[in-house]
T-cell receptor, first 112, second 115 residues
Framework: KQEVTQIPAALSVPEGENLVLNCSFTDSAIYNLQWFRQDPGKGLTSLLLIQSSQREQTSGRLNASLDKSSGRSTLYIAASQPGDSATYLCAVAFFGNEKLTFGTGTRLTIIP | EPEVTQTPSHQVTQMGQEVILRCVPISNHLYFYWYRQILGQKVEFLVSFYNNEISEKSEIFDDQFSVERPDGSNFTLKIRSTKLEDSAMYFC?????????????FGPGTRLTVL
């Protein structure tokens, strides 16, 4: 079964620190992997998309990496700010599917 | 910047009633999707729609659900006879490229509460 897992479920970090969020997936045959941000009770904001042929993508203070062979992706956030507090979701487009398969997310709290 | 919009933001209905959730995808996008998120759970895929027909659906998307693109801009999800367990946040998404999964852009969601 194609699944996406995110550990830990919650993370608290002091402001200014760099941090890494983890995502793992069960099948290396993927089209792409997308990281989203979700604020409480709100929609999903796309942060970064990594195609299966890419190793990483960067946007501002965010850097996402992809290691297909090990079924892992990381989202690196540099110099964290209180405004980064949100739930971060990882979603994978597996081969043979048009849908995104989501992880349960990591709830990030940045402590001022 | 173009965005996906959804209406209403919150819908309250009685069990057994029909509801229609509306979405306006990004104007030049070709693929449309519905997902849902029950409170505290994962975002789950419901259905994808391309070229005026369903291209993929999950086991959640049973006969109680239907989708339609009634005109050139709207994309709707209908639930014929709502159940308590249909209470969830429903997200519409759209993507540009056909045939190859592309960045999916999500709307703000409609919170459906079934009483």
């Amino acid at each position: 079964k194609q699944e996406v897992t995110q550990i830990p479920a919650a993370l608290s970090v002091p402001e200014g620190e760099n941090l890494v969020l983890n995502c793992s997936f069960t099948d290396s045959a993927i089209y792409n992997l997308q990281w989203f941000r979700q604020d409480p009770g709100k929609g999903l904001t796309s942060l970064l998309l990594i195609q299966s042929s890419q190793r990483e993508q960067t946007s501002g203070r965010l850097n996402a990496s992809l290691d297909k062979s090990s079924g892992r992706s990381t989202l690196y956030i540099a110099a964290s700010q209180p405004g980064d507090s949100a739930t971060y979701l990882c979603a994978v487009a597996f081969f043979g599917n048009e849908k995104l398969t989501f992880g349960t997310g990591t709830r990030l709290t940045i402590i001022p | 910047e173009p965005e996906v919009t959804q209406t209403p933001s919150h819908q309250v209905t009685q069990m057994g009633q029909e509801v229609i959730l509306r979405c306006v995808p990004i104007s030049n996008h070709l693929y449309f999707y519905w997902y849902r998120q029950i409170l505290g759970q994962k975002v789950e895929f419901l259905v994808s729609f391309y070229n005026n027909e369903i291209s993929e659906k999950s086991e959640i998307f049973d006969d109680q659900f239907s989708v339609e693109r009634p005109d050139g801009s709207n994309f709707t999800l209908k639930i014929r006879s709502t159940k308590l367990e249909d209470s969830a946040m429903y997200f519409c998404a759209s993507s540009l490229l056909a045939g190859v999964p592309d960045t999916q852009y999500f709307g703000p969601g409609t919170r459906l509460t079934v009483l």
